[in-house]
């Protein structure tokens, strides 16, 4: 390239002419590849793209020979334009031949050059195919060569995805943007069915105009923008218009990106090349995607995340948007996320929101918390789903199978709407039930109650019938939050739980933290295994302070009204007495003081523990009620951890000795006159639901959407036949007897 003249500021000039002019695609592309290799000096200039397939096809060249053109194709990987193509990166080489991967293509003429340089096309985190120059000459392309080449190739990227450079009709094999139907498996964070339209929470601004025709103002835009960034993020750490849901961490990582030089040397030398400001941010982003997809690191990854969500702001800046506010939503949105912060999920409005796709995050994550308390279905860890899809895109949530079908094909979307039609059926019919008492056939009353955690849960109270709260879990305000939730919050949120409930009893459960819910401001080890670690009652016992707020919270909020408190994972009656302690000098405390206390005080154990189950005798008598977490129990006596996909489904609860676990706690609760509640979420399924009648359980507490169904189950059983049925099976030697279960079920005519 001749120097004083070099940047590709003028070729881009006379590619935009060249795509002017008007003319077939592949003139177009011809006269692209021309310009491109006179530019550089080089003797050849090729286009590939990229077929579906993955194959890489030759579309143009300038220099090898033409009959290749459409004829060439590599497979993936293979090759030096496979290997720029698989790495994503620049590949410069000054005796190309002697590399492991030249392959020698006769057809194309290829033997006498020598030099080769190699950028790959990208779009998306995607490489859509991958532009070459070469010469005859062993010579080495200096930096500011492979720089120009990957701007030209950003900008044929857009080219070729906008259509300008190729027929569309020959667009259709290439992968510019993911375009066929794909089926994704993740974890169920959420329940439910939803179809809809993808929306990005980040949403990726596609630069609109790429080539700038002055590169002066160009830099100016640029510069206000990046000022009006760290001035963004300053205000974020000062908290003025604290970002719910960014930890400092990042923030702090944000400004020292926001403040790099090389960042922004970068975005300065892409703008002075005759790219605008918006299409310097996306030739930034794509070079550190690709730089860093490769990468394994997590950390490094992590910081790849920062960095894409800083590019969307300056983008978003640059389109003169102000902070928070809102895009034009579809009516039925899918938001696909990397992941959310607490109250991200809150602010996009509710009748439009469908479903929610994330590609980490697990079932104890906030936003799938916030999911589930909104009844909105949720699939999470579908690693990479962002660069797989395209805003607007079909997409069906299955919360169900925890799937996210994307461009569905017609046969799948009309199996979706005869299973949601079924669904809404079925609401309706169980939205009837909400006023009936749940009665077995026998006349067995039994006691539906729901979980709940945040004030959104409070009208499914209403609008389910549930006769009460089993399970408050009141760690999901200390999730949601973006600091640690202080006296007055905590009591106002016990307080309106109390007057949604009105005369329905409401069991709060003090903070069940650690394990898999942590805090970000609240520091704690990181631990080898954090299901076994500290976490609930232990933290409370050893942080006394922080137990001992709730209690006052909770005291104080029911202000002279039935209070019930219960505390999770005791695994001995000391932590227990210990535990039941806090309380009493908490009422004393409240006393001395001249509160009011509540009119009747019920403190009751969580059996999560199986160490519990042989010294039931001791524990009893201390508690004023008991409640089973089968979702902890089971996990503790199969050494399953319930949020590892792996083994979580591995056991059946339904086996001899889950059932025997629990039907040995419901006898001795009877035996002791200790009341007994189960609020695992096995509860609100209905097969598991006739088990635990079948067992003796009257009280069962589960998510909303169980109540409906088990209802329904409930007033179709007869207990006395179910119990003989069930206690028959209790010494089986199967290690699962679900399909016994299930015949059982069908025989007495139960309604599932
Ligand atoms: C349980 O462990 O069964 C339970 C109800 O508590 P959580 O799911 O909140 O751990
Ligand atoms: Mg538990």
């Known amino acids: 390239m001749i120097k004083g003249v070099r940047g590709p500021r003028s070729l881009l000039r006379q590619i935009r002419e060249a795509m002017a002019s008007g003319g077939p695609a592949q003139t177009r592309l011809d006269m692209t590849v021309s310009i491109i290799a006179r530019s550089m000096v080089a003797e050849v200039c090729s286009i590939y793209l990229r077929r579906a397939s993955g194959e890489l096809e030759l579309f143009a060249t300038e220099g090898l020979n033409p009959e290749a053109v459409h004829a060439t194709r590599l497979n993936p990987g293979e090759g030096l334009v496979g290997e720029v193509a698989r790495s994503a990166a620049p590949l410069n080489l000054s005796d190309a031949p002697t590399h492991p991967n030249f392959s020698y293509r006769p057809e194309t003429g290829e033997d006498p050059f020598h030099a080769f340089l190699g950028v790959p096309l990208l779009r998306g985190g995607r490489t859509i195919g991958v532009l070459v120059v070469q010469n005859r000459a062993a010579r080495v392309y200096d930096e500011d060569e492979v720089e120009d080449l990957q701007i030209v190739a950003m900008v044929l990227s857009e080219m070729v995805a906008g259509g300008e450079l190729v027929d569309l009709a020959e667009l259709k094999g290439v992968e510019i943007a993911p375009h066929r139907p794909e089926r994704m498996k993740g974890m169920r964070f959420a329940d439910g069915l939803a179809m809809g339209r993808a929306v990005f929470h980040e949403a990726p601004v596609a630069p609109e105009r790429l080539l700038s025709d002055d590169p002066s103002a160009e830099d100016i835009r640029l510069k206000a923008a990046i000022e009006a960034l760290r001035a963004q993020i300053d205000e974020m750490l000062d908290g003025q218009h604290g970002l719910v849901g960014t930890p400092f961490e990042v923030l702090e990582t944000y400004r020292m990106f926001a403040h790099d030089r090389g960042w922004n040397r970068s975005l300065e030398d892409a703008v002075r090349s005759g790219l605008t400001a918006e299409a310097a941010v996306e030739r930034v982003r794509n070079e550190h995607r690709a730089r860093f997809a490769q990468a394994r690191d997590p950390y490094i990854r992590e910081r790849l995340h920062d960095l894409e969500d800083l590019a969307n702001r300056l983008l978003r800046i640059l389109a003169g948007e102000k902070p928070g506010a809102r895009r034009d939503l579809p009516d039925d949105m899918i938001l696909v996320a990397r992941n959310l912060g607490p109250a991200d999920l809150l602010e996009y409005p509710r009748e439009k929101l469908k479903g929610l796709l994330l590609e980490e995050g697990s079932a104890a994550n906030h936003a799938a918390i916030v999911a589930r308390a909104l009844q909105i279905p949720c699939v999470g860890r579908l690693a990479g789903v962002r660069d797989r899809l395209s805003e607007g895109d079909a997409i069906i949530v299955d919360g169900e199978t925890a799937e996210a079908f994307l461009r569905p094909r017609a046969d799948v979307i009309e199996a979706f709407k005869t299973r949601f039609s079924v669904r809404v059926q079925r609401r309706a019919e169980f939205a009837k039930l909400k006023d009936e008492p749940a009665v077995t056939a026998d006349g067995r009353r039994i006691t539906l109650l729901m979980n709940a955690g945040l004030a959104v849960d409070l009208d499914n109270i209403e609008d389910t ?46 903070l069940d933290l650690g394990g898999d819910k942590v805090l970000p401001y609240l520091e704690t080890d990181r631990e080898e295994n954090p299901a076994l670690g500290w976490r609930a009652v232990r933290m409370g016992l050893d942080r006394p302070a922080l137990l001992r707020l709730q209690l006052r919270a909770l005291l104080a909020a029911a202000h002279g009204r039935e209070l019930r408190v219960m505390f999770p994972l005791i695994a001995t009656v000391d932590e227990f007495r210990a535990a039941r302690d806090m309380v009493d000098v908490e009422c004393e405390w409240a006393l001395r003081r001249g509160r009011r206390l509540p009119s009747t005080l019920r403190v009751g154990a969580m059996v999560e523990a199986p160490s519990l189950l042989w010294h039931l005798d001791a524990l009893l008598p201390l508690t004023d009620f008991i409640s089973v977490g089968t979702n902890d129990l089971f996990q503790y006596m199969f050494a399953a951890d319930r949020t590892n996909p792996r083994v979580s489904d591995r056991y059946d609860p339904l086996s001899p000795p889950a059932l025997r676990a629990l039907s040995r706690i419901q006898e001795a609760s009877v035996e002791s006159g200790t009341p007994v509640s189960l609020c695992g979420e096995l509860a609100g399924r209905p097969l598991e639901a006739f088990v635990l009648i079948a067992l003796g359980f009257q009280r069962l507490s589960m998510p909303p959407a169980g109540i409906g169904p088990v209802k329904r189950m409930i007033l179709s059983c007869d207990r006395e036949a179910a119990r003989r049925g069930v206690s ?25």
């Open 465 to 510: 019938g549930a006769e009460g709260i089993g399970l408050f879990r009141t760690e999901f305000q200390f999730m949601v939050s973006e600091d640690l939730p202080r006296l007055d919050r905590q009591t106002e949120l016990y307080a309106k739980v109390l007057d949604a409930a009105g005369d329905r009893p409401v069991t709060f459960r003090t």
């Open 728 to 752: 028959n099976l209790l010494t089986s030697s199967n290690g699962s007897v679900r399909n016994e279960i299930e015949s059982l079920a069908r025989k007495l005519n139960v309604a599932l």
